[in-house]
């Protein structure tokens, strides 16, 4: 019996995953990182957020190791492994997508209908919101143009272009970070706050779940950039590069219905 089951796993096209404590502490972690997030809401200390979220970027890294070493050493990823893998994350792409859109009905059900107590304006008339033409245009613009250079990251990789693949996948990356970096200072300079009416929490659900994508495709994007920096990824085996690119575009194409229904038409 034991050998037929190492033939199985041999000789079989699906790769039979080994037990993995990750999945199970990850989710403990996500429940206790919503129960800080609300502790931060409430009482404003983000010790324990900050603290939830170290133990999160660590676990994903542990999990990450695991799963290059299944891919890239142990070679278990065949070709429907591969197929599969593509449908989770365009699955996963789709879950996002659903999950934004409920943040843009909340919004327009507020604006296009504002409640009584705003005395029909909107936004309300105790918020300045930000000026579309200051720095949320210079973040559309950072976005549009690393979504540039990640496909023609794309193209070179394809065409086996080693250095010119590095230099845009750097240049994204950076561009992911200078726009995370712009927004930590839009939100400082904002003259209202998440609980100044349904506007403020509206955009600063919205905007600030965004940005913490932003993050996490960053990141996503830099472990891609250093494991192409030893040559880990192939112009034919190379869907951890795509399912960043993916992702990354996901993003930008969320931000333009950001920038254009809450700060160009909310405002």
């Known amino acids: 019996m034991k050998l037929i089951n190492m033939m199985m796993k041999q000789y079989q096209p699906f790769y039979i995953l080994s037990y993995s404590p990750w999945p199970i502490i990850i989710s403990?972690?996500?429940?206790?990182?919503?129960?800080n997030f609300i502790n931060w809401l409430n009482l404003k200390n983000p010790f324990l957020l900050m603290f939830s979220s170290m133990i999160l970027f660590l676990i994903s890294i542990l999990w990450w190791r695991d799963i290059i070493r299944e891919s890239s050493f142990m070679g278990n990823h065949t070709f429907k492994i591969y197929i599969m893998l593509k449908w989770s994350m365009i699955l996963f792409i789709i879950s996002e997508v659903f999950f934004f859109i409920s943040f843009f009905w909340n919004f327009f059900?507020?604006?296009i209908i504002p409640n009584y107590e705003f005395m029909n304006f909107w936004p309300p008339k105790s918020i300045l919101p930000f000026n579309f033409l200051e720095i949320?245009?210079?973040n559309t613009i950072i976005l549009l143009t690393s979504g540039i250079f990640i496909t023609w990251s794309h193209y070179a990789l394809i065409n086996k272009n080693h250095f010119n693949m590095i230099i845009s996948l750097t240049m994204t990356v950076i561009l992911g970070m200078y726009f995370t970096m712009l927004q930590i200072f839009e939100y400082f300079q904002a003259k209202f706050n998440f609980f100044d009416s349904i506007y403020g929490s509206s955009f600063f659900i919205a905007t600030g779940f965004h940005g913490v994508h932003v993050i996490i495709g960053s990141l996503f994007l830099l472990s891609t950039l250093i494991r192409q920096s030893f040559f880990f990824m192939s112009s034919s085996?190379?869907?951890n590069f795509e399912a960043a690119s993916w992702y990354w575009h996901f993003v930008d194409v969320i931000w333009l219905f950001l920038y254009l229904s809450i700060y160009w038409w909310g405002s």
């Open 136 to 138: 949320p245009l210079l």
């Open 237 to 239: 085996h190379h869907f």
């Open 28 to 35: 403990m972690n996500l429940i206790g990182m919503f129960i």
């Open 109 to 111: 059900n507020n604006s």
